[in-house]
């Protein structure tokens, strides 16, 4: 049954660096992205390092208003 789906850590680390790739070509810092967003930095370092394994919904959003996208930018 397993080889059916791909494991959620795969499509985890395929998310993240979607997240990543995105950042890099439109030259984001997390810090500052963070601080534009009002949210956490902690939030984006931590999904970058792997510490957590998602950035909630409401800190997408306005981290996409921030960069002028919509969400799903994020993770093509």
């Known amino acids: 049954m397993g080889e059916v789906t791909a494991p959620r850590?795969?499509?985890?680390?395929?998310?993240?660096?979607a997240f990543r790739a995105f950042?890099?070509?439109r030259h984001?810092?997390?810090?500052e992205w963070a601080r534009?967003?009002?949210?956490?930095?902690?939030?984006i370092l931590g999904f970058l390092t792997g510490?957590?394994?998602t950035i909630a919904p409401a800190?997408?959003?306005?981290?996409a208003q921030a960069a002028g996208c919509r969400v799903e930018?994020?993770?093509?």
């Open 9 to 17: 850590g795969l499509e985890i680390g395929k998310q993240r660096e």
């Open 23 to 25: 950042m890099m070509a």
């Open 28 to 31: 984001l810092r997390p810090t």
């Open 36 to 43: 534009s967003a009002g949210v956490p930095a902690g939030e």
């Open 51 to 53: 510490k957590i394994r």
């Open 59 to 63: 800190t997408l959003e306005k981290l």
């Open 73 to 76: 930018d994020f993770f093509r």
